[in-house]
Every structure is written in C-alpha cells, then in structure tokens.
C-alpha cells in the first residue's frame, strides 16, 4: 500500500489509529525518576529504571480514558468551522502548496501542516527534511510514560500527532523555504486551538517554555 507515494510497511501498529493499540505498556521508563511518581509507587526500585506493572496497568487505564474524551471532542468539533480555519490560514499564508507525493519535499526544509480531516485537526511543524520529519509521525508513537502531557492530565491532554498514524493524514501543506526562529510559532498561534494537534507552541528549545505554551483540552466526561 502506498500513502502519499510513500510504501506502507506494516510493523508493530496499524495504518489508522485504533484504541487497542493506544498507550501500549512499556516498564521502561523515558523520563527521569519523578518525586510523585515515587509517592504512588510507580518504580520496582529507588533508582526508577523500571515501573512496576501494577502502575503501568493504572495508568494506561488513564490514558484509555483521555482517548475516549478526546474522541468525544472530535466528534462535537464544527466541520465547517475546520473547513473555514483552514482556507482562512492559507489564504494568509498562500506559500502553502498542497502535495500528493512526500518526494516532493523529500531533502527539502520548510514547514508543513498535516491535516486530519476524519478528527477535525492540523499539526503544523518544521523540519530540514519535510518528508522525513513526516514519515517520523507515522511511524513512531509517544513513550508509554509521555501519553498524557502532562502526566495525569486525563480531562486535558492533547492526543500527540505520533499517536496517529500514516492513513489518519489525509491532506498535506507544505512551505518550501530556510527555517528562521519566531516562524513556526507564528503559524501555530495563527490556527484555531480548537483544531490544532500541537501539543505546544513553535520554537520551543527549554522545558518551562513548553510547560508555557501546553495546548489544553477542555475534555468533559
């Protein structure tokens, strides 16, 4: 199967996000040992190289559960409104090209915005490599510890663009052109928070900022 003029290889996750395959259990942990984390005795050891499976089994039922609502939230998104978001953001950036085969930006620096039409959403990023950064999100998936961002986050947490995958893009922009700082979060800020997958702002190079700009979900049971 091809996608984009990309050949789909499949390998541990489907072509399309699905809810079995969502926050699949790892023990090892991604992020450094965390002083609350020690309080709910999440790790098998003082250390944290391993999280104990009790944990694991809690929290992915915490992550399971912020799936469902973000669902939900699609599902009451404006199709209309998405539609309009998107011919008003490239009407003002009309270096926006659409492309139908990755090869066209394959080696080429720019920015880009992938569109999930079925969920109502955008991701917009940058890259030196714009096929290559693309072909990442369809392949790789967030660390099991990294599903929810912030950890706990279940009513707000935005789903990451890396949990879905190849077939969920079904539109692809792309703006041919040297990175330059302020540009991406320029753009991010410039689409709808509502339709928008970006889990943070552009530019974002230290931890405080990214805590600065988190894209929250207003999730309601």
């Not at 199967?1 to 023990?27: C, P, Q, W």
């Not at 490239?90 to 569109?115: A, R, T």
């Amino acid at each position: 199967m091809e996608h984009f003029g990309i050949k789909l290889i499949k390998r541990k996750y489907s072509f399309v996000l699905k809810r079995d395959e969502f926050a699949l259990i790892n023990t090892k942990p991604s992020l450094p040992i965390f002083k609350n984390l020690i309080e709910r005795n999440a790790y098998t050891d003082s250390n944290g190289n391993e999280y104990r499976m009790e944990w694991c089994e809690e929290y992915r039922e915490l992550c399971l559960k912020n799936y469902d609502l973000n669902m939900e939230y699609f599902k009451h998104l404006d199709r209309t409104g998405f539609d309009y978001a998107i011919m008003q953001f490239l009407k003002k950036y009309k270096k926006f090209q659409e492309i139908g085969n990755l090869y066209e930006c394959d080696n080429v620096s720019g920015y880009y915005m992938m569109v999930l039409d079925e969920y109502k959403q955008v991701y917009i990023g940058k890259s030196e490599d714009m096929k290559k950064r693309i072909q990442s999100h369809w392949t790789k998936t967030k660390a099991f510890d990294r599903t929810l961002f912030p950890m706990y986050a279940v009513n707000s947490s935005c789903l990451s663009i890396d949990s879905f995958r190849a077939l969920n893009t079904t539109r692809i922009f792309v703006w041919r052109r040297e990175l330059v700082d302020g540009v991406e979060q320029k753009l991010i800020d410039d689409f709808p928070q509502l339709y928008r997958s970006n889990r943070i702002g552009g530019d974002i190079t230290l931890a405080l900022e990214a805590l600065e700009t988190i894209n929250k979900r207003h999730l309601v049971e």
